[in-house]
């Protein structure tokens, strides 16, 4: 006998399907407005406990500090940052947070307008008219492409791997960091890890998670 293809209900698949577009494009939102269209984004959100020990999941962030401001972190080829984003209007972000690689520590923090011009608004007639009503700027249909607008405080937040135990012992700078999920048990047991399949996302952190994967 064939297994039923699901076990949620029309409307449920329904939903379900809604929340997967909207966060696809939040995904394109902010990739528009932090200029990261060329693929930066992870694909995986990124998997912290903060001082308080508190799990977060961050949606949107990249290997790296922002390109338009490396000339400001002269280690960049030589230790490991990673840059998130998110909105910051109700808190300073944490300023230090542990992975399966390590802890990491705040180093720096860009604060975006978050908005942005809508590359519709640029393209030719045809093509604009195509893509009303739009879902990145909101523009009804029958009229002009305007903005994205993600709303106040966003901002991007460059955090630093601090050197292991060993590395500074033996004297040496941080190295890559180590693929996720390659730490101790104790360390995996924590739980930190990559989270692929996100269902819900919120100024840049995930709400709802439907599958975790930890590389092996």
């Not at 290997?63 to 490396?70: R, T």
Request: proline share 5%; aromatic share 8%.
């Amino acid at each position: 006998m064939n297994e039923p293809s699901s076990t949620l209900a029309p409307s449920e698949r329904a939903t379900a399907v809604d929340a997967a577009r909207d966060v696809q494009v939040a995904r394109q939102q902010v990739e528009q407005v932090f200029g990261l269209t060329g693929g930066e984004l992870s694909d995986a959100a990124w998997l912290v406990l903060d001082e308080a020990g508190t799990e977060r999941a961050y949606a949107y962030w990249y290997e790296g500090p922002p390109e338009w401001a490396a000339h400001d972190f002269a280690d960049r080829y030589d230790a490991d940052y990673r840059t998130v984003i998110g909105c910051c209007l109700f808190g300073a972000p944490p300023a230090t947070i542990e992975d399966d690689a390590g802890t990491w520590t705040r180093v720096a923090g860009f604060v975006n307008s978050g908005e942005a011009e809508c590359p519709w608004s640029q393209a030719d007639d045809c093509d604009a008219r195509a893509q009303r009503p739009c879902e990145l700027c909101a523009t009804a249909e029958g009229e002009a492409h305007g903005h994205i607008y993600l709303g106040d405080g966003w901002c991007e937040v460059v955090y630093k791997r601090q050197a292991s135990e060993e590395e500074e012992g033996a004297g040496k700078r941080p190295g890559r960091a180590v693929a996720v999920g390659t730490a101790s048990p104790a360390r995996r047991r924590a739980g930190r890890g990559e989270l692929r399949e996100i269902a819900g996302v919120r100024n840049g952190e995930v709400l709802a998670v439907s599958a975790r994967h930890d590389a092996k």
